[in-house]
């Protein structure tokens, strides 16, 4: 069984530019959530689907994050114009059914906004 | 707010050595807690968990005990390996988020020397 996956997982951009981040849960998993690791401090939530809905998206930022998920499979994190304090690492995880304990992650993406 | 604090690294220790990695929350109501860890160019992966007060987790020797008492979950091991270098994270999840949403301390990177 494959497990989550992430594109790219490295990003250099310029301030001001565009960056759409991918992830690619596992299949079958209804939850998907996306967190950020900024300068080595906690993983924050970001926001959580279930399937193509947004069930929370509390954690994020504002509204220069932007994240979809077309079809309750893979989902996409647009952030638009990119800022200095953007970068950092983008986890994505994936989870089955309502309260389930394990979340399965993907090696992150690391955002550098320079 | 809930929040999770702790211990800073990184933590450098010889193989061989005992490890304890303190783990502090703040909740309300009784929250699963969780340690996972992140190993070099991987994704966060679960190490253990504890879902009520007394509860111990263990996996691959690693162990921790949910303390209502003192709202810790320290992480331990007796005997580290080289393979065990990575960073662990401490986390929860509140009773009043039944969608699993998590709650990461700082991490804290353990080297393990030969």
């Known amino acids: 069984e494959a497990g989550v996956t992430q594109f790219p997982s490295h990003s250099v951009i310029e301030k001001g530019q565009t960056v759409t981040l991918r992830c690619d849960p596992i299949?079958?998993?209804?939850?998907l959530y996306w967190y950020r690791r900024v300068m080595g401090k906690e993983i924050k939530f970001l926001l959580h689907?279930?399937?193509?809905?947004?069930?929370?998206e509390s954690g994020m930022p504002n509204n220069r994050f932007l994240a979809e998920r077309t079809g309750g499979t893979y989902s996409t994190l647009k952030v638009q114009p990119a800022e200095l304090e953007d970068s950092g690492v983008y986890f994505c995880?994936?989870?089955?059914?309502?309260?389930?304990?394990?979340?399965?992650f993907g090696p992150g993406t690391r955002l550098t906004v320079t | 707010g809930n929040s999770v604090t702790q211990m800073e690294g990184p933590v450098t220790l010889s193989e061989e050595a005992f490890l304890t990695i303190n783990c502090t929350y703040t909740a309300t109501g009784y929250p699963s807690l969780f340690w996972y860890v992140q190993y070099p160019g991987e994704g966060l992966q679960l190490l253990l968990k504890?879902?009520?007060?007394?509860d111990k987790g263990s996996n691959k020797g690693f162990e921790a005990t949910y303390r209502k008492e003192t709202t810790s979950f320290h992480l331990e091991k007796g005997s580290v390996q080289v393979s065990d270098s990575a960073v662990y994270f401490c986390a929860l999840s509140a009773t009043t988020d039944s969608w699993g949403k998590l709650q990461f301390g700082a991490g804290t990177q353990v080297v393990v020397t030969p």
């Open positions: 689907f279930v399937k193509e809905s947004k069930q929370d």
């Open positions: 995880a994936s989870s089955q059914g309502r309260a389930s304990y394990e979340q399965y």
């Open positions: 299949s079958g998993h209804d939850n």
């Open positions: 504890a879902t009520k007060a007394d």
